[in-house]
């Protein structure tokens, strides 16, 4: 970690950063049948080909890429935070619900955290293993806006990372959540489109950015 303050529209250096994809998972992701047919579109139409766009720019730049999954560490979810517990997000070691999407399949030598709370620093070992790699800055994306990362960009903030949010590569049930969410932790980190991030990477404008 580096003691320079950079400022916070800086751009990326891709050495020093970590892309973060927090929980596109199958048991989370939006479905046609689930009566919400703004999220649906968001998430296969927007979200997902972004991240895949961003994800392979990460990679190409050398990048780590880090993904969560919600997903329990004991069979009967003993260990869940009571918060999911309440909402019922019980999903087993090892179950499909657990993975994640199939177009954001994890590289085989890429981590894959389990986590048991809304924040991903809190249930997982992710500030360690920064620390270990030597990561000051991290890009989020994922779901939703208005929970698990807000809750990421908040927590890496206080434990003094860079954080990025690629707003185009996030969303949450509706667009007036996602964007009172972005207002909300806007404090916190640089808000960027997923094209500018591609650019920074070397990657030139890409998919991203829709």
């Not at 048991?27 to 927007?46: I, K, M, Q, W």
């Not at 986590?115 to 249930?123: A, H, L, Q």
């Not at 003094?160 to 049930?173: F, K, L, N, R, S």
């Not at 650019?199 to 998919?207: N, T, Y």
């Amino acid at each position: 970690m580096t003691n320079t303050i950079r400022p916070r529209g800086a751009p990326i250096i891709p050495s020093r950063t970590a892309l973060l994809i927090i929980d596109v998972q199958k048991g989370t992701a939006a479905r046609e049948e689930d009566g919400n047919p703004y999220f649906y579109s968001l998430t296969n139409d927007v979200v997902v080909p972004n991240l895949v766009a961003l994800r392979d720019a990460a990679r190409a730049a050398g990048m780590e890429v880090i993904y969560t999954v919600i997903q329990s560490l004991t069979a009967d979810g003993r260990d869940l935070c009571l918060d999911y517990k309440l909402t019922g997000f019980h999903f087993p070691p090892g179950s499909e619900a657990a993975q994640m999407v199939d177009a954001l399949a994890p590289g085989p030598d890429e981590i894959v955290l389990p986590k048991t709370s809304s924040s991903v620093f809190n249930s997982t070992m992710l500030d360690y293993l920064l620390r270990n790699m030597g990561k000051d800055a991290v890009i989020v994306g994922g779901f939703l806006t208005d929970q698990c990362i807000d809750h990421a960009i908040r927590d890496g903030a206080d434990r003094g990372y860079e954080m990025i949010c690629a707003v185009d590569c996030c969303g949450t049930q509706t667009p007036a959540r996602h964007e009172a969410a972005l207002a909300a932790f806007s404090g916190y980190c640089r808000q960027v489109r997923s094209a500018e991030l591609i650019a920074e990477m070397g990657g030139g404008g890409g998919e991203g950015g829709r």
